[in-house]
């Protein structure tokens, strides 16, 4: 069924290392204190673990416990949930975002550009398509973390109304997260929305949220507060949309491309 608008939950939490139980333990009672109807949850990368390089300590198999958690929390919100975990499949490691369903039906996207800075390349394989998600007559394209400073990559060729990262990315370069998520909602007319993890992980590395919602005029629309654990709902109308689209009508220019890996 068709929806006007898209209620999204926006999830900024710190993450335990390498501990999916734990993680799924304090997820659930987190999103358990949303009482307000939301259409979507969305976690962090790398919600089970933070961002290990330990991708054997703690993958999953898309039949595993965490899926199986995710299916029935989907379910009893009556929302589809989406994050990234780490998933074993056919002997490799994939930085995977799931999209569950209430329905119990999963979407999936595995990270294209994996963090080369941090060694991700040398232990995950990395993905070669983008997918775009129908929930509710709304088209979302998942992304993840580092795929964020590649637009190409981004670029609205699906038409897509929303473009949703989830990140785990460190405070000392915040300043980029913020510029071009904004960007990626002007240059595409999409809303664009990033959920990043806050507190310290194994390795000392700080991560202090801004998780943002834009519009597709870059407005922004959510007000989180810095490195803090909070959760935020932004209401998305597929009437702004087509106003600013059918108005301004600068997707009609872009430029055409191919891609090639």
């Given at each position: 069924m068709e929806s006007q608008e898209l209620k999204v939950a926006l999830v900024q939490t710190n993450l335990i290392w390498e501990n999916p139980a734990q993680n799924r333990t304090q997820l659930a009672e987190k999103i358990n204190t949303i009482t307000d109807v939301v259409d979507i949850i969305v976690l962090p990368e790398m919600f089970t673990s933070g961002f290990t390089m330990n991708p054997q300590n703690v993958a999953e198999t898309m039949d595993g416990e965490t899926i199986t958690w995710l299916k029935e929390l989907a379910t009893s919100k009556n929302a589809a949930i989406t994050g990234s975990l780490v998933i074993s499949e056919?002997?490799?490691?994939?930085?995977?975002?799931?999209?569950?369903?209430?329905?119990?039906?999963i979407e999936t996207y595995d990270k294209k550009h994996t963090f080369t800075l941090a060694g991700e390349h040398k232990v995950y394989k990395a993905g070669t398509s983008k997918n775009s998600i129908e929930y509710k007559g709304w088209k979302i394209c998942p992304l993840i973390c580092y795929d964020l400073r590649f637009p190409v990559w981004a670029r609205n060729v699906e038409?897509?109304?929303?473009?949703?990262?989830?990140?785990?990315?460190?405070?000392?370069?915040?300043?980029?997260?913020?510029?071009?998520?904004?960007?990626?909602?002007?240059?595409?007319?999409?809303y664009c929305i990033g959920v990043n993890r806050v507190g310290l992980d194994a390795n000392s590395l700080e991560y202090c949220?801004?998780?943002?919602?834009?519009?597709?005029?870059?407005?922004?629309?959510?007000?989180?507060?810095?490195?803090?654990?909070?959760?935020?709902?932004?209401?998305?109308?597929?009437?702004?949309?087509a106003t600013y689209r059918n108005k301004l009508k600068f997707l009609d220019d872009k430029d055409a491309f191919t891609l090639h890996s």
């Open positions: 056919n002997g490799n490691h994939y930085n995977r975002s799931v999209f569950v369903l209430p329905s119990g039906k038409d897509y109304d929303v473009l949703l990262y989830v990140a785990n990315w460190p405070k000392p370069r915040v300043s980029a997260w913020d510029a071009l998520l904004k960007a990626r909602a002007i240059e595409n007319m999409s949220g801004h998780s943002a919602a834009y519009d597709v005029l870059g407005e922004q629309l959510t007000n989180i507060t810095s490195g803090k654990e909070e959760i935020e709902i932004v209401t998305l109308t597929k009437e702004h949309i």
